[in-house]
Nanobody, 125 residues
Framework: DVQLQASGGGLVEAGGSLRLSCAASGLHFENYVIGWFRQAPGKEREGVSSISIRQGTVFYVDSVKGRFTISSDNDKNTVYLQMNNLKSEDTAVYYC??????????????????WGKGTQVTVSS
């Protein structure tokens, strides 16, 4: 079975940092685009960032550019999302996701093959 295990959420003050981790198992890691989505209370789920494991290319939505950094450790089948300068509007449940795509942005635009359980990020102002 494919599993995506997200961790690293928590409570942080505005301007602070958190690092989320997504450990993948049961899939051929290099064949996937792995990414992060988030859902704030009362809002739809939105894509945040993604990384093509094979190509090493990355994608960010405008609202997190310059603050968030996505990376992967292929030996550990793990993707990280380093979140700096957090803002109250970043408060949400963050979900790890995987899709078998060539283009790194396609995961956020065309759908997800596998979802992980969410991890809560709360930014206090």
């Amino acid at each position: 079975d494919v599993q995506l295990q997200a961790s690293g959420g928590g409570l942080v003050e505005a301007g602070g940092s958190l690092r989320l981790s997504c450990a993948a198992s049961g899939l051929h890691f290099e064949n996937y685009v792995i990414g992060w989505f988030r859902q704030a209370p009362g809002k739809e789920r939105e894509g945040v960032s993604s990384i093509s494991i094979r190509q090493g290319t990355v994608f960010y939505v405008d609202s997190v550019k310059g603050r968030f950094t996505i990376s992967s450790d292929n030996d550990k089948n793990t993707v990280y999302l380093q979140m700096n300068n957090l803002k109250s509007e970043d408060t949400a449940v963050y979900y790890c996701a995987a899709g078998s795509y060539w283009n790194v942005a396609d995961l956020l635009n065309y759908g997800v093959d596998y979802w992980g359980k969410g991890t809560q990020v709360t930014v206090s102002s």
